[in-house]
Structure formats: C-alpha cells, structure tokens
C-alpha cells in the first residue's frame, strides 16, 4: 500500500531493497533477477533504474543494509566499547571474533557473498565503503586502547589484517571447504587466532 506521506520513489527504493534481500537470503546474490524482482514488488522493470542508476547499485543497496543490520546487532549484543586498559581490550576482540561468527552462520547465504563483488568507483560503492568502514572502527577502538603509541594509519592497517584474518577462518569455516567442521569448534579457532596475533601485538 502506498503511503502518500513519502515520495514515491522512496518506498519504490526500500520495496526494491527489501525483496532483494529476502531474494538473497533464499538463493544467494546469483539468484537476483530484474525482471523477477520487479514482478515481486509491482512495478515495471525500468522502474528499478528510476532509483537506482543500474542493478549494481541495487546489489550494493542490499550489502550495505547488510553490514548497517550486522552494526546494529553488534551495539545491542556487545554494547559501546569502553577502554580500559589491554586485557579489557583483547577481552573485546574475542567478544568480536566471536559476535562476528555467530551473525555469519545466521546469514550464512547473504554473508558469504558480501565481499566477492569488484569494486569499481560509484557513489553505490563509496556508500558501501562508508558501512564497512564503521565496521572496520570497532576494530579500531580495542587496538588503540591496545597498542596506544600507534597511529591511526597503522591501527586502520591492522584492523583490515584481522579483519581478512578472521573473515577467512570464518568463511573456510562455514562453507565446508576444509571439511564440516562444528560451530563450536570454529569458535575455538577465532579465538585462538586472536589470542596469538594479539599477544604477538603486545609483545
């Protein structure tokens, strides 16, 4: 039903986003056609490209809603990071690590493919980069309380490294290709990947 209140080619824009996700939670992001799509929310298929300069955009739309759900979830599960001191900041890496897993395998299809699109410059991109960048901050904020004499330069450094480290161990994990391997076990290996990269840090 069309709420006359907001323009309509904002409700279009979140229709649009909304089934693509639920699209992509069912099918992967391969599963993602225009014309489906626009039969799904009611409109014709050149509509999609009224309020998104090309599918692409609407992918990203969908990948950063993704990473805004993960942020959100993150803040109500672990709270706002408070500094104080080293071990409180190792205890907040596990908490991460940890956080980070669970949300993974909860949404394991929209998940697994958030970081296989190309990146070409676009402002859909630099939107997207702006909700990983957020992402990358609560990495951030424990390294600086961790390794206080470092810059900001080296902290963004070392917070894309554990990142992709993490994010490795993660996804190998979940999609099988080094065997099944028990949530609870791949639970086990975070965490020891962060305890050994982050006393080498502190070292």
Same mark, same amino acid.
């Given at each position: 039903?069309?709420?006359?209140? @907001?323009?309509?080619?904002?409700?279009?824009?979140?229709?649009? =986003?909304?089934?693509?996700?639920?699209?992509?939670?069912?099918?992967?992001?391969?599963?993602?056609?225009?014309?489906?799509?626009?039969?799904?929310?009611?409109?014709?298929?050149?509509? $999609?490209?009224?309020?998104?300069?090309?599918?692409?955009?609407? $992918?990203?739309? =969908?990948?950063?809603?993704?990473?805004? +759900? #993960?942020? +959100?979830?993150? $803040?109500?599960?672990?709270?706002?990071?408070?500094?104080?001191?080293? !071990?409180?900041?190792?205890?907040?890496?596990? !908490?991460?690590?940890? *956080?980070?897993?669970?949300? *993974?395998?909860?949404? #394991?299809? %929209? #998940?697994?493919? %958030?970081?296989?699109?190309? @990146?070409?410059?676009?402002?859909?991109?630099?939107?997207?980069?702006?909700?990983? !960048?957020?992402?990358?901050?609560? $990495?951030?904020?424990?390294?600086?309380?961790?390794?206080?004499?470092?810059?900001?330069?080296?902290? @963004?450094?070392?917070? +894309?490294?554990?990142?992709?480290?993490?994010?490795?161990?993660?996804? /190998?994990?979940? !999609?099988?290709?080094?065997?099944?391997?028990? /949530?609870?076990?791949?639970?086990?290996?975070? @965490?020891?990947?962060?305890?050994?990269?982050?006393?080498?840090?502190?070292?």
């Amino acid at each position: 039903m069309v709420n006359e209140s @907001r323009p309509r080619a904002e409700q279009l824009r979140e229709a649009l =986003v909304a089934a693509a996700a639920h699209t992509v939670e069912a099918h992967g992001f391969p599963g993602l056609k225009a014309r489906e799509l626009a039969a799904e929310v009611g409109c014709a298929v050149g509509s $999609i490209y009224n309020v998104f300069p090309d599918f692409d955009a609407l $992918i990203l739309a =969908v990948k950063a809603q993704a990473l805004d +759900r #993960w942020q +959100r979830e993150l $803040i109500e599960e672990l709270g706002p990071f408070v500094p104080a001191g080293p !071990d409180a900041a190792a205890k907040r890496f596990e !908490d991460l690590g940890r *956080a980070y897993l669970d949300f *993974a395998a909860r949404n #394991w299809r %929209m #998940w697994s493919s %958030m970081f296989e699109h190309k @990146r070409s410059r676009s402002a859909a991109m630099d939107e997207y980069m702006l909700r990983l !960048d957020a992402i990358l901050t609560n $990495i951030e904020q424990p390294l600086g309380a961790l390794l206080p004499e470092a810059d900001g330069t080296t902290r @963004r450094l070392l917070a +894309r490294t554990l990142f992709a480290a993490v994010h490795g161990v993660v996804s /190998l994990g979940l !999609d099988g290709r080094l065997g099944e391997i028990p /949530l609870a076990d791949l639970h086990d290996q975070v @965490r020891g990947l962060l305890r050994a990269t982050l006393k080498g840090l502190r070292s």
